[in-house]
């Protein structure tokens, strides 16, 4: 007995037991290598992908992708910068008279700006036989082209007799680029110096994003009161638009042909407004109604 407990005090215990070798770490195998490797050179791929796209994507916008933001977003392929169409130098005429006492002290006096012209689109002044328009166009895509601009008649009525204005200082304007008669069936753009072929038939006008051009354009009326827009057709990207310009204040242009008799003249006043005068005075003023029967 007393050896084998010698024997069971010789034995070790579990807390003095020397503690079992730690395995080393697996070294990587060729599999896992090639892994590590085909993730790095995905990565550079990855990177080198996105860097080529972006050159690409930058070039495309720079060159077209504008214009597709435009097109999607609905803008125009041109704007209209600016419209104007000169009275300054023109006799105009009403289709009704004046007879409103305010509208009366508003003419008569020396009152100008939109009181003034609030008093006349009331009344669709419209200038004597030929209207002179300005139109400032610009481009809105990296290339277009105008093929085309045609006076569009919106409404023809007999030629107004309210009220005619003379301006005893009017003389002849400055010959104007473009030219258009709406007494003829299809009114088209003809230059002053071939006023039989149409200006577009042999010209177009070409602009880039932010050009600007300047058309000085003459409509012509004689036999009748009428109203009208210009519509451009313009060439973008192999692909035809349309874009309609109207008058100032979106109000359609209007020219009238002259009637034989008006029940009310005016004439320009020394105080800078309007005075009424008589038929008689106007005859002698108006080169365009001396031939009236009236006179």
């Given amino acids: 007995m007393a050896k084998a407990r010698q024997n069971r005090r010789a034995k070790p215990s579990r807390a003095n037991a020397a503690p079992a070798p730690r395995a080393e770490e697996a070294e ?57 169409v000169d009275y300054s130098t023109q006799d105009t005429a009403l289709r009704e008279p004046v007879t409103d006492p305010g509208e009366r002290a508003v003419l008569l006096s020396s009152t100008s700006g939109s009181r003034h012209d609030a008093v006349m689109a009331r009344h669709h002044r419209a200038p004597l036989e030929k209207t002179d328009v300005t139109v400032v166009l610009i481009g809105n895509r990296s290339s277009l082209r105008i093929v085309d601009i ?14 005619l204005l003379v301006y005893t200082s009017a003389g002849e304007v400055g010959t104007v680029e473009l030219s258009a008669d709406l007494d003829e069936p299809a009114p088209r753009f003809a230059a002053a110096k071939d006023p039989d072929t149409s200006y577009f038939r042999k010209k177009q006008i070409d602009l880039k994003r932010g050009e600007r051009v300047t058309l000085s354009m003459s409509v ?32 359609p242009f209007r020219v009238t042909g002259t009637a034989d008799a008006y029940r009310t003249y005016y004439a320009v006043s020394p105080l800078r407004g309007w005075q009424t005068i008589s038929r008689g005075q ?14």
Avoid at 56 to 74: K, L, P
Avoid at 282 to 295: G, M, P, V
Wanted: proline letters at 5%; glycine letters at 8%.
């Fill in 282 to 295: 106007a005859c002698l003023i108006e080169r365009k109604i001396q031939k009236s029967k009236e006179c």
């Fill in 150 to 163: 045609k006076p569009r008649v919106l409404d023809r009525k007999p030629v107004s007799d309210g009220a």
């Fill in 220 to 251: 012509k009326g004689t036999a009748a009161y009428y109203e009208f827009d210009l519509l451009v057709t313009v060439l973008a990207e192999d692909r035809t638009e349309q874009i309609t310009i109207e008058g100032p204040d979106k109000n």
């Fill in 28 to 84: 990587p195998t060729g599999a896992g290598r090639w892994k590590a490797m085909w993730t790095w050179l995905a990565g550079i791929l990855s990177a080198v992908i996105i860097a080529v796209i972006g050159v690409v994507f930058t070039a495309w916008f720079n060159a077209r992708g504008s214009d597709a933001v435009d097109r999607i977003s609905g803008e125009p392929p041109i704007k209209v910068g600016h419209v104007a």
